[in-house]
């Protein structure tokens, strides 16, 4: 199916943008999101080309007239002057058609279940491997370091994050597709649950009294919602 096989390159893409972004969190430089939103917008011109060919359906989501809004309103602050900081409403107005655009190519991909699948492992693996590369950094010890490669003046790194909070929050993202995948009881529920629970313990180990309350909640809901809905029981669980 040639639409089937644009979505899939369209959501190889997207999960080379996510990991760029997750892999340089820690840079404070203006060039990874630039980089980023430079292959957002390269694959949103080409997914719009081959919708205008005809070649490709376009998949419309209420959330979307939303996030062109956004930017749409900060360009019209830009042309009519009414801006207190002028790089900073660029910059904004970059980033927030980034994520529209990364939105669309979302709804465009994921609509066929294997795609969606395959990313949810993605998003799983990808969670796990930096909450483990967090622990270790931890349980190592020394200087603080992002990799043990690049310093970072005294502030202990979680991961590839510099702040506790913004690195619990990118796990509690992850972890309820990781808890749905356990509560399904699939062929690979066991890894599902090891996966959890390292990351998990990754926002206990960051020590972040929000990360910690809003991941207890998520994982509470989680086992709430398996026991209402799907009929399983608590023993079970």
């Known amino acids: 199916d040639p639409v089937y096989r644009i979505a899939h390159r369209a959501g190889t893409l997207i999960a080379i943008t996510i990991t760029l972004l997750v892999l340089t969190a820690f840079l404070y ?6 980089m980023a939103c430079v292959l957002l917008f390269a694959a949103a011109l080409w997914l719009l080309a ?3 060919w005809e070649r490709l359906p376009f998949t419309f989501g ?3 007239p939303l996030l062109i809004f956004l930017p749409f309103w900060g360009a019209l602050q830009l042309i009519s002057d009414q801006t ?3 790089f900073g409403t660029v910059w904004s107005v970059i980033l927030l058609s980034g994520a529209a655009a990364a939105f669309w190519i979302s709804s465009e991909t994921f609509q066929f279940p294997p795609l969606l699948h395959r990313f949810r492992n993605f998003a799983v693996t990808l969670g796990v491997l930096i909450s483990l590369l967090a622990i270790v950094q931890l349980l190592t010890g020394g200087e603080p370091k992002v990799y043990w490669i ?3 003046h005294g502030i202990e790194p979680m991961g590839t994050f510099l702040n506790r909070d913004r690195f619990s929050a ?3 993202l992850i972890l309820p597709l990781a808890l749905v995948e356990v509560l399904k009881r699939g062929d690979r529920w066991a890894l599902y649950a090891v996966g959890a629970g390292a990351m998990y313990a990754s926002i206990i180990a ?3 009294r929000a990360g ?10 989680a086992l709430a919602a398996a026991i209402g809905r799907r009929g399983v029981s608590a023993s079970t669980i």
Do not use: Q
């Not at 430089?29 to 630039?34: K, Q």
């Open 29 to 34: 430089d203006l060039w990874p999101p630039a």
């Open 206 to 208: 960051g020590g972040s």
């Open 62 to 64: 209420y959330t979307l």
């Open 170 to 172: 990118f796990i509690e």
């Open 50 to 52: 081959l919708w205008a």
């Open 212 to 221: 910690f309350i809003a991941a207890t909640l998520e994982v509470v809901i």
């Open 84 to 86: 207190l900081y002028r």
């Open 150 to 152: 690049f310093n970072t």
